[in-house]
């Protein structure tokens, strides 16, 4: 069912920035009005009154329910589904840099927007060489683009789905399925959220931030902190500093580079104990801190998933610096 949280507007998406014009949308309220009651509210007359008007108001409650429900039937179609992948048709490719591009899925209707649950991710599915299916969770950042499924997808060497994926052409398929949930959020479930993000780990964090950030009642502070190899490997920056620029009071970022350019000036090196108690909320319950990077990352800083996917235990230098399970989350 599509949300209906009045939000203010987003920042424009990657897609937006590499030269789409497609409009960002604003998701409408639903406005409640109440009646007030009249000093004469026992007198007989005016309880008959109160009934027919009760009985007019369950009429349309019932009518306004059965439009809500039509209306809800009615939106339009993604075309996604949690439970089977379903070929998604590439509309568009656009150049990011180096080594990343941005695939542009068109949606069933090209007037749905993805909204999709925060946080929440799809898999994307193709037959290899050998005949096995090759299947892995990628992260869309076109949350409320009309019509489209973007997946900014970096390309590895040895990469299967990323090689896969760079191969297409607009006109070919990719097998989609989704969205499938992580960790809900929920604005002001946290005091503030700490979150350590290296390479294309930023998708899933930019998708809470986006949401915290654009839901007025939201009061949650977030501390990003973005690894790269190098300046140059920064995905999504553009929409990350202007996120930044429009609440400073609320989202601060810190960009970590490991092979510095020699106009860098920003901190250098891996991930470290010394840079996460300078830029990450303290171990508390108020706060959680989320994870997400490539397998070496995480293993330096959280410790890795289980083997069945589970969170598995706080490793790393998290838990060296005293956080406990319930103020880790590992994408
Ligand atoms: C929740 C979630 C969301 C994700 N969202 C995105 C996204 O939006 N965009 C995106 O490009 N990727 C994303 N990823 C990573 C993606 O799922 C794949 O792991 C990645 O594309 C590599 O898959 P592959 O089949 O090409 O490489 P594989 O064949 O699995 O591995 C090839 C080589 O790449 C290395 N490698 C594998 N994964 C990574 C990694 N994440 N970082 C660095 N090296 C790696 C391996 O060690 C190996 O050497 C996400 C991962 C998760 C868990």
């Known amino acids: 069912m599509r949300r209906t949280v009045a939000r203010m507007a987003p920042i424009r998406s990657a897609s937006t920035l590499a030269a789409s014009s497609m ?21 007989p007359r005016n309880n008959r009154f109160i009934l027919a008007a009760a009985v007019i108001g369950a009429g349309a409650l019932g ?36 080594n990343t591009d941005l695939f542009m899925f068109e949606l069933a209707d090209p007037s749905a927007t993805l909204d999709l649950p925060v946080s929440s991710f799809v898999l994307t599915k193709f037959k290899g060489a050998d005949g096995k299916d090759v299947i892995k969770p990628y992260t869309p950042i076109s949350q409320h683009e009309r019509g489209m499924l973007s997946l900014l997808v970096k390309k590895y060497p040895e990469g299967k789905m990323s090689q896969h994926i760079h191969s297409l052409k607009p006109g070919d398929k990719l097998e989609i399925k989704g969205p499938l949930p992580k960790l809900q959020y929920k604005a002001n479930m946290k005091r503030e959220i700490g979150m350590v993000a290296g390479g294309t780990g ?16 939201d009061r949650t502070t977030i501390k990003l902190l973005f690894a790269n190899t190098s300046s140059r490997d920064i995905l999504l920056k553009e929409r990350i500093d202007a996120l930044a620029l429009r609440n400073p009071d609320r989202l601060k970022v810190t960009y970590l580079i490991d092979k510095p350019e020699r106009d860098w000036n920003g901190p250098v090196g891996f991930v470290s104990k010394e840079l996460l108690k300078k ?38 230098l998290l838990k060296e610096l005293g956080y406990e399970q319930e103020s880790v989350f590992k994408f």
């Open 23 to 43: 409009p960002g949308s604003v998701t409408p309220s639903v406005a409640s009005s109440s009646s007030s009651s009249s000093s004469s509210f026992n007198k």
């Open 63 to 98: 009518a306004w329910s059965a439009l809500r429900e039509s209306a809800d039937a009615a939106a339009p179609e993604t075309g996604l589904n949690p439970k089977e992948f379903r070929p998604f048709t590439l509309a568009k490719r656009l150049h990011y840099n180096h």
């Open 202 to 217: 930023i998708t899933p964090m930019l998708q809470v931030i986006e949401e915290a950030l654009t839901d007025p009642t």
């Open 279 to 316: 830029t990450m909320p303290p171990p508390c319950p108020v706060s959680l801190v989320y994870v997400c990077g490539p397998p070496p990352m995480m293993n330096l800083v959280s410790g890795p998933k289980a083997k069945d996917y589970s969170q598995g235990e706080v490793g790393g």
